[in-house]
Every structure is written in C-alpha cells, then in structure tokens.
C-alpha cells in the first residue's frame, strides 16, 4: 500500500491534522496496521481489516467503539485529551462512520495512537507481568456491566473446541503427504488430549459457567504499558465478544508466562515461568474477584491449558491447509507456532497441577 493511498484514506476520517509520514506496524497475524504521523504531536494508527477473517466489518467495528465508549465512561475524572492517553479513542469518518469503506471489501478504522507507549512480545520482568493482569483484570471488571448480548459475534464459534476440532479434522483429510509426515508426533498429542481439552466448552454450554464480555485476543503483545513498565490499557478490541472469563485468562497466560515468543523456533527456549504465573494470578483476582464465581476459579489453570492447546491445534490446521489464514514469514512457520505451543503445554503440564 503506497504513501499516498494511505494519506488519501486517513484524510476520509475527522481530524484536524496533515499526514507527514506511515509506518506498516507487523503487529498482527491478520490485519494490516499502520503508525500515522501528523503535522501535530498527535499519531494515529490507521488499520485495514481482513474481511477474509471478519465477516461482518461494521459489526466487528461497532463492538469496538461500544466498548470504548463504556470504558471511557468509567474514568468520568478526565478530561478527553487524558481519555486518549489512556483508553483506545476511535475516530469518525468525515460522514460520520467508524468505518471507511473503499472499494473491493477494504474496510479501515482510525484510533488515535497512545503516545510513549510500548508492547512486549516476550515478558522478561515480573513487574509486566504483574501490571498485564492488572490490565486484563481491569478490562474484565470495567466491563463486566455491560449486556454481552448488544455485541456482534465477529467470528462464530471462535474459541470453540470442537468446531476447531471440526476444522482440524478437515485440514487433515485436505493435507498433502509431506505436511502431515511432519505434523505426525503432535497428531498423537492431539488425539490424546480431546476430552480434557472439552471440558470448559461443555460447562459453557451446560451454562455452568456465566457469559461475559470477553476480548479474545489477551497476548501479551495485546497490552499497552510506559516505558517505565506501567500498564495503559489493553489494545486491539478485534474481537472483543460474549465469552468465559477462562478464553481471555488462558491466552494472556500462554504468552505473559512463555519464556520465548510465540514465533521462537529454538524449542529449549520454550518454558513456562511459574513466577510471573503467580503474579500475574495474584493481581488479575484482585481485580475481579467480585465478579467471579468458585466453580470459574476452579477452572482457571486448566483454561490455560486449554488455551495453549487451542492456539496449537490452530497453528496445526493452518499449517495443514497451506497457511491461509495466518500471516507466515517461512515455509513452517505455522508447524513451528504449533511446535512452541506444545512445548508450552507440556511444561506448564510439569510445573502446575490444574485441580
Ligand atoms: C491472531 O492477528 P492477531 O495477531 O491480532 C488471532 C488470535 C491468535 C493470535 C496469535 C482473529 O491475532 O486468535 O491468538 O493471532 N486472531 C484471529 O498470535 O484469529
Ligand atoms: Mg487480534
């Protein structure tokens, strides 16, 4: 996407700045992130959604700013210029749309960046890892008012284990020979662990354990802190939807407590940190306990394991489909994703004991 494209579509949107300068941010596997700078201190981050992934754009965008707005509303002591440092602000188009719309399917959205922020891929000091469960633990009380249903469910059945089941099992039926010699040893893994890996989605569906507004993407990368290691707030609200408390704890964890990142090829790098486990536990209840139920306490250390399984199986089955869905660098680069998963997985299975 050239220079002058991207000036074009930022200046769709209601700002009262000039494009100067982008910068393609690699921060997602799907959608395409851009840093705007401007004629004033102010920066935006224009992002371009995959509507491969994202069916429903307007819907997906909507829940977005919901959210936002409800956020914004519970710190009523500052002033909307502090809102921008502190929470994620969307901008209107010039017609008054949280979208533009260009031709063949190109949906964009505007934020206004949070300046002096920075992200980790890797937690490498417990104070990230303390104030990235304060964070989530904050995102989930803050919202825990809100009606989950008014939402729009971006993508069906997204932490649904036996729909992912479904897809895996198709990819393998699809994969040419030489993909599924290599995916041979975690193929065994997976057969093994089915029935435990069920068990959060049957007390879900067995209404066991309460819906809530969850956000769906919880890595750690997916947190906004100082350069002085304090959090912000949580960031990309793609798919923010109605789920358990459990998807969101399990997926932060599976990265906050990676001792390598997702991407490490390196397996002996691959651990699960038991200290920065405890920290961030410690705070994320503090912050929500009151909303929590004992049956969903009980059942937090396995929606980790759960969730490190998750992410392998889906790694796996792009893997086995050719990579269609994730972004890849390389060749293996999603059976290597799957590789450091499963490394994650049986660590975490030495070191925590889930009952
Ligand atoms: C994808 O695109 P990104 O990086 O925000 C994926 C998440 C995975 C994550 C793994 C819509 O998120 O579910 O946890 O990669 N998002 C979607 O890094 O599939
Ligand atoms: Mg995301």
């Known amino acids: 996407m050239n220079t002058k494209k991207l000036s074009e579509i930022f200046n769709k949107f209601e700002h009262d ?9 690699n921060s997602g596997h799907i959608n395409d992130t851009f840093l705007i700078t401007t004629n004033t201190s102010k920066k935006f981050v224009l992002q371009r959604i995959n509507h491969l992934v994202f069916k429903d754009v307007p819907g997906l965008v909507n829940n977005k700013v919901l959210i936002s707005k409800h956020l914004q509303k519970k710190q009523p002591h500052l002033t909307k210029n502090e809102l921008d440092k502190h929470v994620l602000c969307f901008v209107k188009t010039k017609n008054t749309n949280n979208y533009y719309h260009q031709l063949e399917n190109n949906f964009w959205n505007l934020m206004i960046f949070i300046d002096d922020s920075v992200t980790h891929t890797i937690v490498k000091d417990k104070e990230i890892a303390f104030e990235a469960g304060k964070l989530l633990g904050t995102f989930l009380n803050q ?30 039926q699809n994969a040419t020979e030489k993909r599924l010699q290599n995916a041979k040893m975690y193929i065994d893994k997976i057969a093994l662990l089915k029935d435990e890996m069920h068990i959060l989605q049957q007390l879900k569906e067995n209404g066991k354990i309460p819906i809530r507004v969850t956000h769906n993407d919880t890595k750690v990368s997916n947190a906004l802190f100082t350069k002085n290691n304090k959090g912000i707030c949580m960031i990309d609200t793609d798919t923010v939807m109605p789920g358990i408390v459990h998807y969101d704890f399990g ?80 060749l293996e680069h999603n059976l290597d994703r799957a590789k450091n998963q499963f490394k994650l997985l049986e660590d975490f299975s030495e070191k925590i004991s889930i009952f």
């Open 251 to 330: 997926d932060a964890i599976r990265t906050i407590c990676n001792t390598a990142s997702e991407d490490e090829k390196d397996l002996t790098k691959v651990s699960f940190n038991t200290t920065y486990y405890q920290a961030y536990k410690e705070v994320f209840f503090k912050e929500i306990q009151n909303t929590l139920t004992d049956l969903e306490i009980k059942y937090l250390p396995l929606a980790v394991k759960t969730m490190i399984f998750i992410m392998a199986l889906r790694f796996l089955t792009d893997y086995l489909n050719n990579d269609v869905y994730y972004k890849t660098n390389y």
């Open 17 to 25: 700045t000039q494009f100067v300068s982008c910068k393609e941010l």
């Open 143 to 172: 919202t825990s008012d809100f009606d989950s249903s008014k939402l729009t469910i971006v993508i069906p059945n997204f932490n649904n284990m036996s729909f992912r089941f479904q897809q895996y099992n198709d990819a393998l």
